[in-house]
């Protein structure tokens, strides 16, 4: 069901059809949240940076940034980003069947210490809103407080952007869904 609409160009207005434009050339095109975001050319904007930076320019390694983008798209079953990111996972090196357990809503068996340390700081802080002092310990020893930060705003920004998808019902690829 489309609650809204993706916009037709003709019925932007120039603000929308300058985010397009900024969005279409750093991402390569427009999927995702972004149509929907673009109703907003102003959190469009912000949105499009901050996810350009926790992707391509945050100094967190790729296989815990989107291990942490995996924990958030298993916790709000959001399909899209699942089914964007499981492969970025593995390609980034995270073991298939840890990705697999996660798709299944099960604790993986882990054989990555740093990524079991990133697992259990980012169930700890969606699930109880907040981690204890040895599972943040044991974070910040594993990245240091610069891209701590990051993966707090990995989960922040990914958790908007399933919320968005799943207000607007907005279609998922893919034949693996997540389970609600």
């Not at 942490?68 to 399909?79: D, E, G, S």
């Not at 840890?98 to 604790?107: D, K, L, T, Y």
């Amino acid at each position: 069901m489309d609650r809204l609409p993706e916009l037709a160009a003709e019925d932007m207005n120039d603000a929308q059809r300058r985010i397009l434009a900024d969005i279409q050339s750093s991402r390569g095109g427009i999927r995702g949240p972004f149509p929907w975001l673009l109703r907003s050319p102003g959190l469009a904007n912000i949105a499009q940076q901050v996810g350009a930076y926790l992707r391509y320019d945050s100094p967190l390694p790729g296989n815990l940034r989107e291990l942490a983008i995996l924990v958030v798209a298993r916790f709000w079953a959001a399909q899209y980003e699942w089914h964007a990111h499981a492969p970025i996972a593995e390609r980034e090196g995270v073991d298939p069947a840890v990705v697999e357990a996660i798709r299944e809503n099960r604790r993986p068996d882990f054989t990555n210490s740093g990524e079991e340390i990133t697992y259990n700081f980012c169930v700890g802080t969606l699930e109880t809103h907040r981690v204890d002092d040895a599972t943040y310990g044991a974070m910040l020893d594993l990245v240091g407080d610069e891209q701590l930060l990051d993966v707090i705003g990995i989960l922040g920004y990914y958790s908007m952007l399933a919320i968005i998808m799943g207000t607007f019902d907005v279609p998922v690829p893919g034949d693996k869904p997540l389970s609600e």
